[in-house]
């Protein structure tokens, strides 16, 4: 059983930066960054395979910079530029197949949730 533990989050106001990160008890072939607000489905936001290719959705480009240490155990997600509708709770993931970060996602494991609120 894998355990992830977030940190990071809180509250900001439109514009700013926050970094969430998230230790793991092993290593995995996909780590990923979800997040889910009120009354919303969740949603994948950003997936780092084994080969530590990236992907984001659409809504975080350009803005969220997700990485993983050389170990990986660590990741991060690095948010600039936050708007109110990226306000919701925030979970790290991680799959034990690199299939895992294909698509929406299909995760094995998952940490508590780290708030994030977005101030306008």
């Known amino acids: 059983q894998v355990q992830l533990v977030e940190s990071g989050g809180g509250s900001v106001q439109a514009g700013g930066s926050l970094r969430l990160s998230c230790v793991a008890s092993e290593y995995t072939n996909c780590v990923a960054w979800f997040r889910q607000a009120p009354g919303k489905e969740r949603e994948g936001v950003a997936f780092?395979?084994?080969?530590?290719?990236?992907r984001y959705v659409d809504s975080v480009k350009g803005r969220f910079t997700a990485s993983r240490e050389i170990t990986g155990t660590t990741l991060y997600l690095e948010m600039n530029n936050l708007k109110p509708e990226d306000t919701a709770i925030y979970y790290c993931?991680?799959?034990?197949?690199?299939?895992?970060?294909?698509?929406?996602?299909?995760?094995?494991?998952w940490g508590q949730g780290t708030q994030v609120t977005v101030s306008s």
């Open positions: 780092i395979s084994n080969a530590y290719e990236t």
């Open positions: 993931a991680a799959a034990k197949s690199s299939r895992g970060c294909l698509g929406s996602g299909t995760m094995d494991y």
